[in-house]
């Protein structure tokens, strides 16, 4: 069976992975991919290039590659409509309609759907002007969360500790100045405090079924301090979530919104992810992504013992009520290693050495920011190209065990100017 997937992350790189212990998958095409991916089983593998905001160009590429099943990776093909157009072609695809990742690429609209299917959320309000941020100021105390609408690759949310800091944040996304687009309507979030977790499921559009539990270390900086960011590290456990709980949620958050997207004639095909945050007052839905979330994917798949591509199938073909997760009870556990800057500015190019020596321990680097390198004078073949360059995870009989191993990893791997949360797990 030939696999597309669309995408060039670390998430892409552990589906990738995953994908090829599949004794049905003879074949997976990786657009564009990355210099990891690219070194996976290299009999079946290979990257092609392609421009992810461009949907003609990658039906381009679908229609050279011919795939029996594409899956999509990331957020942005998903809101330019390439499962519908797959669809109209009469292309297997696994992903959800453009109308459907709206639960992701509008944060209003999700608020709003979560307010009519009484799905449980932290208090909002809408902004379209800075006149309507005064106005809705006195309703919140401080600190105050400032959520652009659009997508904004992780780095739309921010915290302001006062209202006169909300205002400012507020007036410059407004003005373009911060996210261009992403910010030209606004929400401002009651802050809510407690423990943050990712429950994922597959859905069928009619049935789903959850994944294990993960927890994603947003902020950049050790403590969980400083900007937020696409995610520097996770883990998954069985701990994470008890079964009651784990049940409540379903019942009063997934389901609820599975059920609500098909009740507006936008039925929910792929991943829901619902980012949580278990409060006093209960589980809040903090967001939700339409796709696999980037780092939690790494450990995930890491503890998954079933054949991904069943699964995959499963909701493509919505027969997910036939489909048994199966999970190792081990903890698996992943650090983000990124270049010096980020989510600021940084410098890409820089040669990496150590991966071989890291996997040798018995974790896995998952790659995201990598490129082969083209200078023969180098001693590495590859550099970095991104923000997030390397996901290094392991799998431990506890979460003790797991951080261990996966440090013990990301210490053989050096870069100029790399940087990582020596607190994953803690």
Same mark, same amino acid.
């Given at each position: 069976?030939?696999?597309?997937?669309?995408?060039?992350?670390?998430?892409?790189?552990?589906?990738?992975?995953?994908?090829?212990?599949?004794?049905?998958?003879?074949?997976?095409?990786?657009?564009?991919?990355?210099?990891?991916?690219?070194?996976?089983?290299?009999?079946?593998?290979?990257?092609?290039?392609?421009?992810?905001?461009?949907?003609?160009?990658?039906?381009?590429?679908?229609?050279?590659?011919?795939?029996?099943?594409?899956?999509?990776?990331?957020?942005?093909?998903?809101?330019?409509?390439?499962?519908?157009?797959?669809?109209?072609?009469?292309?297997?695809?696994?992903?959800?309609?453009?109308?459907?990742?709206?639960?992701?690429?509008?944060?209003?609209?999700?608020?709003?759907?979560?307010?009519?299917?009484?799905?449980?959320?932290?208090?909002?309000?809408?902004?379209?002007?800075?006149?309507?941020?005064?106005?809705?100021?006195?309703?919140?105390?401080?600190?105050?969360?400032?959520?652009?609408?659009?997508?904004?690759?992780?780095?739309?949310?921010?915290?302001?500790?006062?209202?006169?800091?909300?205002?400012?944040?507020?007036?410059?996304?407004?003005?373009?100045?911060?996210?261009?687009?992403?910010?030209?309507?606004?929400?401002?979030?009651?802050?809510?405090?407690?423990?943050?977790?990712?429950?994922?499921?597959?859905?069928?559009?009619?049935?789903?079924?959850?994944? +294990?539990?993960?927890?994603?270390?947003?902020?950049?900086?050790?403590?969980?301090?400083?900007?937020?960011?696409?995610?520097?590290?996770?883990?998954?456990?069985?701990?994470?979530?008890?079964?009651?709980?784990?049940?409540?949620?379903?019942?009063?958050?997934?389901?609820?919104?599975?059920?609500?997207?098909?009740?507006?004639?936008?039925?929910?095909?792929?991943?829901?992810?619902?980012?949580?945050?278990?409060?006093?007052?209960?589980?809040?839905?903090?967001?939700?992504?339409?796709?696999?979330?980037?780092?939690?994917?790494?450990?995930?798949?890491?503890?998954?013992?079933?054949?991904?591509?069943?699964?995959?199938?499963?909701?493509?073909?919505?027969?997910?009520?036939?489909?048994?997760?199966?999970?190792?009870?081990?903890?698996?556990?992943?650090?983000?290693?990124?270049?010096?800057?980020?989510?600021?500015?940084?410098?890409?190019?820089?040669?990496?050495?150590?991966?071989?020596?890291?996997?040798?321990?018995?974790?896995?680097?998952?790659?995201?920011?990598?490129?082969?390198?083209?200078?023969?004078?180098?001693?590495?073949?590859?550099?970095?190209?991104?923000?997030?360059?390397?996901?290094?995870?392991?799998?431990?009989?506890?979460?003790?065990?797991?951080?261990?191993?996966?440090?013990? +990893?990301?210490?053989?791997?050096?870069?100029?100017?790399?940087?990582?949360?020596?607190?994953?797990?803690?």
């Amino acid at each position: 069976m030939k696999l597309l997937i669309l995408g060039g992350g670390g998430r892409e790189h552990a589906i990738v992975w995953k994908l090829l212990q599949s004794s049905r998958a003879t074949e997976i095409v990786c657009a564009p991919g990355n210099a990891g991916i690219c070194a996976e089983a290299e009999a079946r593998v290979r990257c092609v290039p392609v421009d992810l905001n461009s949907l003609d160009d990658i039906v381009r590429v679908a229609i050279e590659e011919q795939p029996d099943l594409t899956v999509v990776g990331p957020e942005q093909p998903l809101t330019l409509g390439v499962v519908d157009e797959f669809e109209r072609r009469g292309w297997r695809i696994f992903g959800p309609s453009k109308v459907a990742a709206r639960l992701e690429s509008s944060k209003v609209f999700a608020k709003e759907f979560m307010q009519r299917h009484q799905i449980p959320t932290p208090k909002y309000a809408v902004c379209t002007s800075l006149q309507d941020v005064e106005d809705a100021l006195p309703l919140f105390t401080a600190p105050i969360v400032v959520k652009a609408d659009g997508l904004a690759a992780g780095k739309g949310v921010l915290i302001a500790a006062s209202r006169e800091e909300a205002q400012q944040i507020s007036a410059e996304m407004l003005a373009g100045r911060t996210l261009a687009g992403a910010g030209s309507r606004l929400l401002l979030e009651e802050f809510v405090e407690g423990e943050e977790l990712s429950l994922l499921c597959l859905s069928d559009g009619r049935q789903l079924a959850p994944l +294990a539990a993960a927890q994603d270390y947003k902020r950049v900086g050790e403590g969980d301090t400083g900007a937020n960011t696409g995610g520097m590290g996770a883990y998954s456990t069985d701990t994470l979530l008890e079964p009651e709980m784990r049940e409540w949620v379903l019942a009063h958050i997934a389901r609820p919104a599975i059920a609500g997207m098909a009740a507006e004639g936008a039925p929910f095909k792929g991943i829901l992810y619902c980012g949580l945050m278990l409060t006093a007052r209960g589980p809040l839905v903090l967001e939700f992504n339409a796709r696999f979330g980037d780092p939690e994917t790494q450990p995930l798949l890491m503890r998954l013992h079933s054949d991904l591509l069943d699964a995959l199938e499963a909701v493509v073909d919505e027969r997910i009520e036939s489909l048994a997760l199966e999970w190792t009870p081990e903890v698996a556990l992943g650090v983000v290693m990124a270049s010096g800057g980020y989510p600021g500015s940084f410098e890409s190019g820089q040669p990496i050495t150590g991966i071989e020596a890291a996997e040798a321990t018995g974790a896995k680097v998952f790659q995201a920011g990598t490129a082969l390198n083209n200078d023969n004078h180098s001693d590495s073949h590859i550099v970095t190209c991104g923000g997030r360059v390397l996901c290094v995870t392991a799998l431990g009989a506890d979460l003790e065990a797991a951080a261990a191993k996966a440090y013990s +990893a990301v210490e053989k791997i050096s870069f100029e100017h790399s940087y990582y949360r020596r607190d994953i797990g803690q």
